[in-house]
């Protein structure tokens, strides 16, 4: 792919990039545990996949930045090999990166984030640093946009960890991340508490990932296939791309 990734690049080579690009693409994902038939760097490695297509649709305009590779997983914990960051870790090393991208030259950012646990820090973070720094920052959850395709195409419920729509997506960017012969639905537990804490519900609130699955994952990652992750993919890429270019622009 034809993009400006800066761990790729020599110095010259970003500083001629820097004079043609207008928005830095950070990916942002996390280190835990996905069920059996996932590898922990999960998030991470979609997450930089993704960065990587966006940016080859819309060269020369971005650069990507390094991976940020954990997240906000204290909900994981309890499950072997998970590295969890504080809240206000993440906020502050989301203000390191961005303060030094600005210093050479970078004002728009995106944040891509694969981990939907590191959502409400995002937003946190996006409303502190864009004052406190003085630039443009959008976040997006990698392939909520395809939210259409989900509902056509997924039937499991609940569904978003380790289930067929991230093991599609592995299918489709990174199937190296996958464990094909331990593929396995959700083992989820009878205690209700978890049920009435979920996005949708009059009330949220921290549960811990063992309360709600015994194996980590959720959904039927049994029906994830290439075809779907493609789909999901690339109907997600055609969003932030028209969203990228109509916002850059409009500036």
Not at 119 to 142: H, N, P, R
Request: glycine residues 6%.
């Amino acid at each position: 792919m034809n993009i400006y990734d800066l761990q790729q690049m020599t110095w010259p080579e970003i500083k001629e990039a820097l004079e043609r690009a207008r928005l830095a693409i950070v990916p942002i994902g996390a280190h835990e545990q996905h069920g059996p038939h996932m590898v922990e760097s999960c998030d991470a490695v979609l997450a930089k996949k993704m960065a990587d297509r966006l940016a080859a649709r819309l060269h020369p305009l971005t650069v990507v930045a390094p991976a940020v590779t954990m997240g906000v997983s204290p909900h994981h914990m309890n499950f072997p090999g998970t590295i969890s960051l504080q809240p206000e870790t993440m906020v502050s090393l989301l203000r390191d990166i961005t303060s030094s991208l600005k210093y050479h030259g970078i004002v728009n950012f995106l944040w891509l984030n694969a981990h939907g646990g590191n959502q409400s820090t995002l937003s946190i973070a996006c409303q502190k640093l864009s004052v406190e720094l003085d630039v443009t920052i959008y976040y997006a959850k990698t392939t909520a946009s395809a939210s259409e395709v989900y509902k056509e195409r997924i039937s499991s419920s609940p569904f978003g960890h380790s289930c067929e729509r991230e093991v599609s997506e592995a299918y489709y960017l990174a199937p190296e991340l996958l464990r094909k012969e331990c593929l396995q639905q959700g083992q989820l537990n009878e205690n209700p508490r978890w049920r009435h804490l979920r996005p949708g519900n009059p009330l949220q609130g921290f549960y811990r990932y063992e309360e709600m699955t015994e194996n980590g994952c959720i959904g039927d990652a049994t029906q994830g296939s290439y075809e779907l992750g493609e789909k999901i993919v690339e109907t997600a890429l055609d969003r932030l791309e028209e969203e990228i270019r109509f916002l850059l622009y409009a500036q």
